[in-house]
């Protein structure tokens, strides 16, 4: 009776891996024993840079969506510095995919895809300040606590505690667990922002 033998592909860690960041001969397969995710060498590429090989789960578009539907305050200390919303939002888990809501800012989208990922971003905040009218709000994307200065929107508050609606755009390139938030700023003086509600969401550039 013939038998058949085991074929072991190679194998060790993510970490493993990146350490070693050997080339892969033509063919050949090479996994990551902790991920569960493999790689398939061309014969010149370096481990870092070779794409993961795709299944069908995988193929899905990385996104993430969370809003604050709630009035808050943003404790605002100095005029016209950018600051977090120190708020928490709800994050929508039943339409996203390699996203979750941030841990270091909870007002925030964190890539857990286990790649760098490009992304783009809506962002939206209606805020007002707690006195005075025709007070000027900004609003800006942040990846990992650093303020994108690209994405910067202003807006005016109006009469009669109107909010200022607050928008912005951009994307984004975003490696493994890192974390986009928005932060505000009162351009006009040192007053808190009087939250009103907010959204933020992402989805994969491809």
Known sequence: MSSVAPIRIRRGTAATWTTANPILRLGEIAAETDTLRFKVGNGTTRWAFLPYYVTSSEAELVRGQVSKMDAGTIVISTQSVYVSTGLTGTFDSTTASGMTLGTTDTFALKNTSGATKLMQFYGSIDARTDTGNNKTLGIKLAK??????????????????????????????????????LFIANLSGDEDIAFGRGRLVATEVR
């Open 144 to 181: 990992n606590g650093t303020a994108i200065d690209q994405t910067e929107c202003r807006a005016f508050t109006g009469s009669s505690a109107q909010e200022a609606k607050l928008v912005t755009n951009w994307m984004v390139s975003m490696a493994a667990n890192d974390e986009v938030s």
